[in-house]
């Protein structure tokens, strides 16, 4: 076990992203609205050693009644518009929208049109657009952060 | 390929097959619900369909026969509208919108009540409902239903070109692309009669373990943070982290999106890079090994791991269980053996000695097939890799199949053609298979135990909904 944290410090050091002390943070609440689960793997990898998103004071939170941004992949489903609206009326305000990923964006979208809504922004207002099919971890964070500093807030 | 045949006939042929040991490995509707085709496949990879007419909007059923086929069955009847004689209850998988009574099964008793999760789940999980019937904390039994993601991508690729069609499979998921796309690629070929050269089947085999390299250390993260254990699921992220790069660095996307064609491979890797990338993958096998003794010598985490989520020799078998959650019950099921398609030579899969189908046999499954998966990337990028085109030379036909394996288990692809236009293509892929047994494998558990029950099989929503 010993090692294993030697190691993860080690790697800590060496080569995470350098983190600017902003003193503010952002919780996130993600909702897959029917992705390829590629976003989602991405997205899992930005909080690993490598990035480590929870250093910037990012971090993914259980509850969108705890959340401050609602983290949205897929091209919205048909059966997913209602979970997807439940989550967002159920995030306390100010809140904010960010589509993660090309689907979400209405990019390239695959599917039947009777299975589909849409792009996220038919149905809720996006404040920050993450685009790349999947956005590489990098694009992730560093997108995020700048919705941390308030560049991307709309 | 057997023309359609009576209803009789069609299930006493399945029947007679299983016997003879070949497996059932997917049915769909097809004709416009004309017809219902079972796809069949012997432990030596060999192939074949049975068809039956379907009249009066009924075809007969052989859930009895194979077990497996109950979510095929269930998906023909809400998306084409076929019945099936003798699957009672049919309940619906894909359709939603339905009384609770339609789709879950009833668990009477004393004092059982019922617990929902989902479709949003707490983490960076995707969307899926989980409906456990529990008594205090003991789950007696769990209906999954998915198909929250469902796009409708089968039926939406209908009509585009067999080029085109590639990208319905490919994206029907993202942590099964490769394997996805090479079952179609393979199945295109077959249907076209074009067969394979050593480059080509050298270059898809590369894939496919560069695919299942990243995806095996990510199930071992998952299990890690299925416990709580954030030091094992941080080093094994950073892991994952450092294979995405690898696949990055030889094919220009992370998850090596783009590299499998129908008919050929435009894969490039020359002597530097192969060089390079076998120096990065002894690397993550030494990392890899060094915090895999960690995690063995961590008694509190171990201490989770067995005898939750058991799925027994016999029982994998009759619910047609693939992949690892099989192999770790025993059951030595691997679409590498005898892959004429792929590389894989004599390949032969390898089994725990433990083999007892718990949690521990699944995630210590896992770590036995990664070095596996290194040596043979090793092997395969010890020179330069070129493009190559698949050769004519095989027989046309109408109907097309191919099968790969995904870190997940066997996925196998009919490709139907109109010409060269898709008329029909089914995608039944390893987390399709092994949904059915994670619900078996999370009865008699306690409920805190499925997320660790789940994260041992990992399996994809996305490929399963399509």
């Given at each position: 076990m010993l090692t294993l944290l030697r190691d993860l410090r080690l790697l800590r050091r060496q080569i995470a992203l350098s983190a600017p002390d902003r003193g503010r943070s952002l919780a996130l609440r993600h909702v897959d609205?029917?992705?390829?689960n590629g976003c989602e793997h991405e997205l899992t990898l930005a909080?690993?050693?490598?990035?480590?998103?929870?250093?910037?004071g990012l971090g993914v939170v259980a509850s969108p009644r705890h959340a401050d941004v609602l983290l949205v992949t897929g091209a919205v489903t048909t059966r997913m518009r209602e979970p997807l609206l439940i989550a967002y009326h159920a995030m306390p305000e100010p809140r904010r929208v960010a589509a993660l990923g090309d689907c979400a964006l209405g990019c390239g979208l695959l599917g039947r049109q009777e299975e589909l809504v849409g792009p996220v922004e038919t149905i809720l207002p996006v404040d920050a657009r993450i685009p790349g099919c999947p956005p590489t971890p990098e694009t992730i964070a560093k997108l995020l952060l700048q919705l941390i500093d308030g560049a991307a807030m709309g | 390929m057997s023309v359609a045949g009576t209803a009789g006939a069609y299930r006493e042929r399945i029947a007679a097959a299983l016997d003879e040991g070949w497996r059932f490995a997917g049915l769909h509707a097809s004709e416009g619900g004309a017809v219902v085709r079972t796809l069949l496949v012997d432990p030596g990879g060999d192939t074949r369909l049975e068809t039956v007419a379907i009249q009066g909007g009924v075809a007969p059923s052989i859930v009895d026969l194979a077990h497996g086929a109950a979510w095929d069955e269930r998906e023909a009847h809400d998306l084409h509208g076929v019945g099936f004689d003798g699957?009672?209850?049919l309940r619906p998988l894909v359709?939603?919108?339905?009384?609770l009574e339609a789709w879950t099964v009833p668990v009477r008793g004393d004092g059982p009540y019922q617990v929902a999760v989902g479709?949003?789940?707490?983490?960076v999980i995707e969307s899926g409902h989980f409906r456990f019937h529990v008594v205090g904390d003991l789950i007696l039994h769990l209906d999954a239903r998915l198909f929250?993601?469902?796009?409708g991508l089968e039926r939406a690729a209908e009509g585009h070109t067999l080029d085109a069609g590639l990208a319905y499979a490919a994206r029907a998921c993202a942590a099964c692309s490769i394997t996805n796309s090479v079952a179609y690629a393979h199945a295109c070929e077959d249907a076209l009669g074009l067969e394979t050269t050593p480059e080509l089947a050298r270059a898809r085999t590369i894939l496919l373990e560069l695919e299942r390299a990243w995806s095996h250390l990510n199930d071992i993260a998952a299990v890690c943070a299925g416990v709580g254990l954030a030091a094992g699921n941080n080093r094994f992220s950073a892991l994952t982290e450092q294979a995405r790069r690898l696949n990055a660095a030889l094919t220009g996307h992370r998850f090596l999106f783009g590299s499998v064609h129908v008919g050929g491979s435009s894969l490039e890797i020359d002597a530097a890079a192969a060089q390079t990338a076998r120096e990065e993958l002894a690397a993550i096998d030494a990392e890899a090994r060094s915090a895999w003794r960690e995690l063995l010598f961590n008694a509190s985490f171990q201490?989770?791991?067995?005898?939750?989520?058991v799925v027994a020799t016999d029982d994998a078998v009759r619910l047609g269980a693939v992949g690892p959650s099989a192999r770790a019950a025993g059951?030595?099921?691997?679409?590498?053996?005898?892959?004429?398609?792929?590389?894989?030579?004599?390949f032969e899969p390898v089994l725990p000695?433990?083999?007892?189908?718990?949690v521990r046999a699944r995630f210590e499954q896992r770590a036995l097939e990664l070095p596996q998966s290194l040596d043979l990337l090793a092997s395969l990028l010890d020179r330069p890799l070129r493009p190559a085109d698949a050769t004519p030379g095989g027989e046309e036909c109408k109907i097309g199949v191919g099968r790969a394996e995904s870190p997940r288990g066997a996925t196998s692809c009919v490709v139907e053609r109109d010409g060269d236009r898709l008329a029909r293509l089914r995608l039944r892929t390893g987390s399709y298979a092994n949904w059915p047994v994670v619900a078996f494998a999370a009865a008699?558990?306690?409920?805190?135990d499925f997320p660790l029950i789940n994260k041992s099989f990992e399996l994809c929503y996305a490929c399963a909904d399509r």
């Open positions: 609205a029917g992705s390829c909080t690993n050693p490598y990035y480590d998103l929870q250093r910037f | 699957h009672e209850p359709d939603h919108d339905l009384d479709p949003i789940h707490a983490g929250y993601k469902h796009r201490d989770r791991l067995p005898d939750v989520g059951v030595p099921d691997d679409a590498r053996i005898g892959a004429g398609r792929l590389a894989y030579g004599d000695r433990r083999a007892v189908g718990d008699h558990n306690m409920l805190p």
